[in-house]
């Protein structure tokens, strides 16, 4: 499921893409911690394609899946964001807000009964799952003026039906086009 998230938002990406092209407004890239609570690969893109500096997307995909004769978890994210950027040539300041779907499944089973948890405890607990966390976002994203390696280092607050964590955040590496 991950692989066909990035795959087709790679293939998404790639439409449209100019050689001529002198301010990348798209993206993709691989994040730890931030809206995609453990890690995510993410897509992201400006809806005006003339204006690195308008409001943009980003949608991503992360988790992790462990298993063997007992016991068997996982964990699925889709963070989703809308931001705007603030800046010039290379570096921009970033803030918006989303949220992010939470699925999560933990498997014990002894002899032939299964007992299912869904409840999943990042930071907040978010109860049974399927569940979303709403997610804040602000900080710094560095772009090369031609396209390339970017890198973002972010504060992303979490809030949910049981509280707020201010105090969250994430840093991004991947590139630009």
Do not use: C
């Not at 790639?14 to 809206?35: C, H, K, N, R």
């Not at 204006?51 to 995909?61: E, K, L, Q």
């Not at 109860?127 to 997610?135: K, L, Q, S, Y």
């Amino acid at each position: 499921m991950l692989k066909f998230v990035l795959v087709t938002a790679l293939i998404v990406g790639f439409q449209g893409f100019s050689l001529a092209q002198e301010t990348p407004i798209q993206s993709v890239y691989a994040e730890l911690g931030g809206a995609g609570l453990a890690y995510s690969f993410n897509y992201d893109f400006r809806f005006d394609k003339e204006d690195i500096n308008s409001w943009g997307m980003r949608v991503g995909a992360g988790g992790w899946s462990t298993n063997n004769n007992s016991f068997s978890e996982g964990l699925l994210t889709v963070p989703i964001q809308f931001n705007k950027l603030l800046g010039k040539s290379r570096h921009f300041f970033e803030f918006g807000g989303g949220a992010t779907f939470i699925y999560y499944r933990d498997r014990n089973s002894w002899g032939n009964t299964d007992f299912v948890y869904k409840n999943f405890n990042f930071i907040l607990d978010s109860g049974d799952t399927p569940a979303f966390m709403g997610t804040l976002n602000m900080g710094y994203r560095k772009i090369p003026e031609n396209g390339g390696f970017t890198f973002r280092a972010n504060l992303t607050p979490l809030f949910n039906h049981t509280g707020f964590w201010p105090l969250f955040g994430g840093v991004s590496f991947g590139y630009a086009f």
